[in-house]
C-alpha cells in the first residue's frame, strides 16, 4: 500500500510537470502552438491613393432587438413583416424570406395560390421574399418600391456572416436557423444546383480573429459549414496574424446577385415604381413589408434605426490576390459628431456590376448607429485605410491594437 501511494504520488507529478510545460494558448482556447499551424501567404491588397476607386457612405436599416418577422391582421388585410435585418439582409435573406413565407402558407393554406400579393421594397430582402413566393406556386405578385437600382443591398460587402446586428438572447436560435437556412440557399448557387440562380455566391476561405467573433459556430454546430482551422496568415513583408479560417466561408457578390434575381423575377412579377407611404393605400389583402428603414414610419417601429457605413472600393488589383475574405475587430471609439462607433477591419471580393476584372476588392467597414447625412462621418474613411495599411503590414502597426 505505501509503495502504491508513492508510485500515485510520482504519476500526478509527472501530469503535472507535463501540463506546465503545455503552452497556455492550447489549454485556454484549444489552439495549436503558433510553430505548428498552417501557414498562408498572402499578398495584401495594394492601398495606395491610387488604388481607391470610390468611398461609399451607406445606410444599414436595423431592428433593435431582432427582425421584424411575424404576420398580423389589419384592417381585413394579412400583413406580413420581414425588415431590420440590420447589415445581414445578404447573409439572412434566403432563410428570412421563407420564414415569412411560412408564416403566410399556415395562415392561408396552399389553396390561395391565386391571391394578389403585394411585395413592399426592392432590396434583397423583397426580392428574395417574391421569389420564395414564386417557388411555392404564387402567380399574382406585385413587387412595389421607390426605386429598384443604388440601393442598401447593392452597397453590401458581401460576407455571409450574421454579426452586425442587436439580436435579443431569446431570438437567437431561431435567427442562427434562418442563416443555417440561408447558408445552404447560397451554397446551391455557389455550387451551381440551384434551379434558377446561377451567379451571386461562391464558397472561399474566410478569417477571423477567433471563432466567437465569427457568428459561424452554430452553422458548424448544424452541420453545414466544416470546423475551422487555426491558421498563420503571412503577408510576405514580415507580418504574420494568427488567425481563424473557415474554408467553406460563403461570399455573396452583392451587384450581380440583385441583378440575378431581378432577372429570374422578370416577367413572373410586377414591378411597380411608387413611393409607400402608408399600408391602407396598398389594395392587395396580403401584404409583405420588407421596407427596412422605410417601415419606421410604415409600421410606426421605433426600434428602428439606421446604422452608418463607410466601404473603400479598390481598383487596379491583381484578382487572384483577393480571393479571399476577412474580417476582425478592431478598437472603436466616437466619431467627430461624438457618436459611438464600432470598427471592424475587413476586406471582400466585391466587384461593380460592369466593372474591369482587376476593380476588385473592397476594405471597411464602420458601424455608426443612428448617424445621417447631416453626419457624414468622412474621416472614417482615413481611418480605415490605416487599420487595414497596418493590419497588413503595408504600414507601421500600432502595438496597442488588438484584432478580434
Do not use: W
Amino acid at each position: 500500500m505505501i509503495f502504491m501511494n508513492i508510485l500515485t504520488k510520482k504519476i500526478n507529478l509527472i501530469v503535472l510537470v507535463i501540463l506546465y510545460c503545455i503552452p497556455l494558448s492550447c489549454v485556454a482556447t484549444n489552439q495549436q502552438p503558433i510553430a505548428s499551424i498552417e501557414t498562408r501567404k498572402i499578398t495584401p491588397p495594394k492601398l495606395e491613393e491610387q488604388y481607391i476607386k470610390k468611398r461609399v457612405r451607406c445606410y444599414r436599416p436595423m431592428r433593435r432587438g431582432s427582425p421584424a418577422m411575424y404576420l398580423e391582421k389589419r384592417d381585413h388585410k394579412i400583413i406580413i413583416h420581414n425588415y431590420g435585418h440590420g447589415g445581414c439582409g445578404l447573409t439572412l435573406a434566403p432563410g428570412a424570406a421563407k420564414y415569412v413565407i411560412d408564416l403566410l402558407e399556415n395562415e392561408i393554406g396552399t389553396t390561395a395560390k391565386n391571391d394578389a400579393i403585394a411585395v413592399l421594397g426592392g432590396g434583397v430582402i423583397g426580392l428574395f421574399t417574391a421569389l420564395e413566393l414564386i417557388d411555392r406556386g404564387f402567380s399574382n405578385i406585385t413587387i412595389i418600391a421607390a426605386k429598384f437600382d443604388n440601393l442598401t443591398s447593392n452597397n453590401a460587402g458581401g460576407l455571409l456572416a450574421p454579426a452586425s446586428m442587436d439580436n435579443h438572447p431569446s431570438m437567437q436560435s431561431l435567427i442562427d436557423k434562418i442563416g443555417v437556412d440561408a447558408y445552404t440557399y447560397y451554397k446551391k448557387i455557389a455550387l451551381n444546383q440551384h434551379p434558377t440562380l446561377k451567379k451571386g455566391a461562391k464558397i472561399m476561405p474566410t478569417y477571423f480573429g477567433t471563432r466567437e467573433t465569427s457568428t459561424l459556430e452554430p452553422y458548424v454546430k448544424a452541420g453545414v459549414m466544416q470546423p475551422a482551422k487555426d491558421v498563420l496568415l503571412d503577408f510576405k513583408n514580415g507580418t504574420q496574424r494568427q488567425m481563424i479560417a473557415y474554408d467553406d466561408g460563403i461570399f455573396m457578390d452583392a451587384d450581380e446577385l440583385m441583378f440575378e434575381l431581378k432577372n429570374a423575377l422578370k416577367n413572373r412579377v410586377t414591378f411597380k415604381k411608387q413611393a409607400i407611404n402608408n399600408l391602407t393605400a396598398i389594395k392587395q389583402n396580403i401584404i409583405i413589408n420588407c421596407t427596412g428603414m422605410g417601415a419606421k414610419e410604415l409600421n410606426n417601429d421605433p426600434q428602428m434605426v439606421s446604422v452608418q457605413g463607410h466601404l473603400i472600393l479598390l481598383k487596379n488589383q491583381n484578382p487572384a490576390d483577393v480571393n479571399y475574405m476577412l474580417s476582425v475587430y478592431v478598437p472603436g471609439g466616437v466619431t467627430s459628431s461624438g457618436a459611438t462607433i464600432k470598427r471592424k477591419c475587413s476586406i471582400f471580393p466585391k466587384m461593380e456590376l460592369g466593372s474591369t476584372p482587376t476593380d476588385i476588392g473592397v476594405i471597411g467597414g464602420t458601424f455608426i448607429e443612428g448617424a445621417t447625412d447631416a453626419t457624414p462621418n468622412s474621416e472614417q474613411f482615413a481611418v480605415e485605410l490605416t487599420n487595414a495599411r497596418e493590419f497588413f503590414g503595408i504600414a507601421k502597426s500600432d502595438p496597442s491594437f488588438t484584432y478580434n
